[in-house]
């Protein structure tokens, strides 16, 4: 295959590759302060457009569930943007009112387009509403939130602390509904749930992915993994499922070509 962004290769570091949820585009942004759009047609990938944001380094961009926006946060910044697609305008959100943090970095979207979880500094999660972008409650993980997802339906967060403690919250009612231990985690890195809301796998600082039934995780303190996925000799710091839940990509970025497919 060629590169999907070889109209426009980044200057700096790319941060985000995405496609989007029903066009056949890709999505790259990064350090360079740009994001690109590219049609994916396997022949030329011609470039759609491409954005500047002014001292911008992008840390994270999002499609939103719809597909019409671009949520693009900063490596130091407060503020994020929201690129709306259909208009081509470009909206600066600039401080989100209630939410006291230096910088707003790490971010998941909610599957069904509701909300937007914010991971703020000392285990403090923000729950925004993605229509209104504005704050509607604030959780607290013990120690420091490393990453956060979504289960498929809405209605529950699973956040990994730093210290390898999983805790489950209720969306409706912002409620920790449950924690349990992520078993010989030293250091939480990285955390993805199934599809079909089946698995959670969970990705730590040693290297080890540990793969688990929702239902162990909700019922038990020390759930057993079903699997423990040794291959990488750094550290996890990407976990997704596929669409249909029968492959596992483990990643580090921390060394060459440490992707494995499980």
């Not at 590219?38 to 569930?65: H, M, R, T, W």
Request: net charge positive; glycine share 6%.
């Amino acid at each position: 295959c060629l590169p999907a962004n070889q109209e426009r290769f980044a200057n700096g570091r790319l941060a985000t590759v995405q496609f989007h949820p029903s066009a056949q585009v890709v999505m790259t942004a990064g350090h360079d302060r740009s994001v690109s759009l590219f049609q994916v047609d396997g022949i030329k990938n011609p470039k759609i457009q491409s954005i500047y944001l002014e001292g911008f380094p992008i840390y994270k961009a999002c499609f939103s569930v719809d597909g019409e926006h671009v949520i693009a946060t900063g490596t130091h910044h407060r503020m994020f943007f929201v690129y709306d697609m259909m208009s081509g305008n470009i909206i600066p959100i600039q401080k989100v009112r209630g939410v006291e943090e230096r910088f707003l970095r790490s971010f998941e979207l909610s599957p069904d387009g509701s909300f937007m979880l914010v991971t703020g500094t000392s285990g403090y999660l923000h729950l925004l509403s993605m229509k209104t972008k504005e704050l509607i409650s604030t959780m607290k993980v013990n120690g420091r939130c490393t990453a956060s997802a979504f289960t498929p339906d809405s209605s529950k967060i699973y956040s990994y602390s730093k210290e390898g403690e999983v805790f489950i919250w209720d969306v409706r009612s912002r409620k920790c509904l449950h924690k349990f231990e992520d078993e010989g985690s030293l250091e939480g890195k990285c955390i993805a749930l199934s599809k079909n809301n089946q698995y959670v796998a969970c990705g730590s600082a040693s290297g080890v992915v540990n793969l688990y039934t929702t239902d162990g995780c909700l019922k038990e303190h020390r759930p057993k993994p079903v699997k423990a996925i040794m291959n990488l000799v750094t550290s996890a710091t990407c976990v997704t499922f596929n669409p249909t839940t029968e492959i596992l990509a483990v990643a580090s970025r921390e060394t060459d070509e440490a992707v494995k497919l499980v």
